[in-house]
């Protein structure tokens, strides 16, 4: 018979809130990613285009630079088309950067055997996919709306006329497109990343995601001769998305439009599909086959 | 505090994963001190072990840790210290970085999971040099103290250890299984599993045996020992006339075997009715015709509680 001392003390400090948390393992997958040359080299690359749209922002506010510069050239119209635009690149460039981060958030736990240790905490598995998600979401608000919102800025600093009030829906616009686009790809980035070990693989397979679907969707499209093969093409729906937001012209020809409705209900089935994927694969044990 | 708060309870709890068998109808209650779980591989050990800290949910039944549920996440997992058997550590992480991480998870503030991690670190006699160096580049022992480290540092009360002797030398297996006593003399509740039976025996309160998913016998060692009453208990007498000694107890009808010891100083003798075997020994002690140095049981222990319920094969005997 053991006599026990009971004089062990358990920890009786203050906690921080259980919401906080999460942010422990943002704060380390944002080193893991950073910590890479690729992603500092894909970062400077993504904000190229910004430097040229900043030069354009100036030269079309500034008449005697634009003279000298592009001598009778073509007018510059800084508006809801330009903006969009802007998005549009830095959304892509969005895309190429979760295929470079998002393949080793959740795989390197999987593969470490982490999941369990981690999951041990007082930390659910909501808690430990949002802490990843906010790195990724993070990273690629580097490279969206971030930069495309310090170009309005600049714009409405450079206009010559009262700009701002009138294209506040602009801003809004830009915000509210990115994050659409940047909540869709980080749950196929951190699906991928749970679901695929090898990362160039997985890096494959994000693209994959994006470019297959559409093509299936072409295809659908001219065989039965319908518009709604068009909602499987991400880079279509995401453009039509993305230009009623900003109150841009239209780009696509009238018959081919789709509704606002049915891309949302795509872009949520296929963030559905995402958390299922999810759902089977961040387990705090091994998957056991019988 | 309540017996319910201050024990690990199991209630009539399965496991299943899809069509396989994790444990089956296990009903345990574990109290304070060291209990080693003893088992075959794909026993159900280690899913007995996730079940007590929270990572997976019964099928069946209920577990319940102190009182506590693993729906309350908060107090449950500030509770319970889980060491796992896999080598598993969050990718780049320096040891220290590990532990300090691990304890913000817990919702310490960063000054006190600092103070903590030190403390730990010193606990399990990690070096400082070591600590601050890449887990990647750690030998298999350094990650077992890491690991354990990890374990204890937000001093739960009730540690659960995945064969945390694997991979350590003598040294720091004699290290470990101290600290497990000392932890375990406290108060708290520290479940091992482990293969390296005679080590375990040493420290170990009581055992819960488990094959194939089945719970087979929990209690002190002792106790189940003398449950096991199929199998005649072996007994090692030191005397200073075994031959003589082996002669008069193997005429009697419950001794069943007689074996003198290697050095000829004692003689190891198997009975199937232990109360009258020492009736007999302390008449023959009395008479004077031999003289008893020291009796004591050969195979009250937890190596031969397994051979004789689990056999070698892992089936139940």
């Known amino acids: ?290 | 505090m309540n017996a319910v708060n201050d024990t690990i309870r199991f209630e009539n709890v399965s496991k299943f994963y899809g069509e396989v068998l994790g444990v089956n109808r296990i009903s345990l209650t574990i109290s304070p001190g060291i209990t080693t779980l003893v088992g075959p591989n794909g026993s159900g050990k280690t899913t007995l072990m996730n079940l007590m800290t929270g990572l997976v949910q019964p099928s069946r039944g209920t577990v319940s840790v102190l009182g506590l549920s693993p729906s309350n996440a908060t107090q449950f997992f500030c509770n319970v210290g889980y060491c796992a058997q896999f080598d598993s550590f969050p990718r780049g992480l320096s040891g220290f970085q590990f532990v300090l991480d691990s304890l913000m998870l817990f919702g310490m503030s960063e000054e006190d999971a600092y103070h903590l991690t030190e403390e730990s670190l010193e606990r399990v006699q990690l070096s400082d040099e070591a600590a601050h160096r890449n887990i990647a580049g750690y030998s298999k022992g350094m990650r077992q103290k890491i690991r354990l480290a990890q374990a204890i540092a937000h001093h739960p009360r009730v540690l659960v250890l995945d064969e945390p002797l694997n991979g350590l030398d003598p040294m720091a297996r004699a290290e470990s299984m101290a600290l497990f006593q000392e932890l375990g003399r406290q108060g708290m509740h520290v479940v091992i599993s482990s293969h390296i039976l005679d080590e375990v025996d040493r420290i170990s309160d009581r055992v819960v045996l488990i094959t194939g998913g089945y719970l087979i016998a929990q209690g002190n060692i002792h106790d189940v020992r003398q449950e096991v009453r199929d199998k005649p208990m072996q007994v090692l007498i030191r005397c200073d006339s075994p031959e003589l000694l082996a002669s008069k107890m193997f005429a009697v009808n419950h001794c069943v075997e007689a074996r003198i010891h290697a050095d000829g100083g004692g003689v190891f003798l198997r009975t199937g009715d232990i109360d009258e075997f020492y009736r007999l020994l302390n008449e023959i002690a009395v008479e004077g015709l031999v003289k008893i140095e020291a009796v004591a049981p050969a195979d009250d222990n937890a190596n031969a509680i397994y051979q004789y319920l689990i056999g070698t094969d892992g089936s139940i005997s």
Request: proline share 6%; hydrophobic share 55%; charged share 10%.
């Open chain 1, 1 to 290: 018979m053991s006599v026990f001392e009971h004089d062990y003390r358990p920890y009786d400090g203050r906690l921080t809130p259980l919401g906080t948390r999460p942010l422990v393992l943002t704060r380390y997958a944002m080193a893991e990613a950073w910590a890479s040359k690729i992603t500092i080299g894909l970062f400077i690359f993504a904000l190229l285009p910004c430097v040229v749209a900043l030069v354009m922002i100036y030269l079309a506010n500034n008449p005697l630079a634009r003279a000298l510069v592009m001598r009778g050239g073509p007018s510059l119209s800084i508006d809801a088309g330009f903006f969009l635009h802007a998005l549009e690149t830095q959304c892509w460039f969005g895309l190429v950067l979760t295929s470079w981060i998002a393949p080793r958030l959740v795989s390197f736990d999987l593969g470490d055997n982490a999941l369990p240790i981690l999951l041990s905490h007082p930390i659910s598995r909501f808690g430990y996919l949002l802490g990843k998600s906010v790195a990724l979401a993070l990273s690629l608000s580097y490279v969206t709306w971030i930069p495309c919102l310090v170009l309005f800025v600049y714009q409405c600093y450079s206009s010559p006329q009262p700009w701002t009030l009138s294209h506040l829906s602009l801003a809004v616009g830009i915000f509210g497109g990115s994050w659409v686009w940047i909540v869709l790809l980080s749950m196929v980035g951190l699906a991928v990343s749970a679901w695929v070990k090898w990362r160039v693989i997985a890096t494959g397979a994000i693209f994959a995601m994006v470019f297959v679907p559409a093509g299936v969707g072409g295809i659908a499209s001219a065989i039965l001769r319908t518009k709604w093969g068009l909602l499987l093409n991400l880079p279509v729906v995401m453009s039509e998305i993305w230009q009623r937001m900003l109150g841009a012209p239209a780009v696509m020809p009238e018959r081919l439009q789709l509704p606002s409705f049915a891309m949302a209900v795509v872009l949520a089935a296929a963030c559905l599909l995402c958390v299922a994927v999810l759902n089977v694969r961040i387990r705090a044990r091994e998957v056991v086959r019988g």
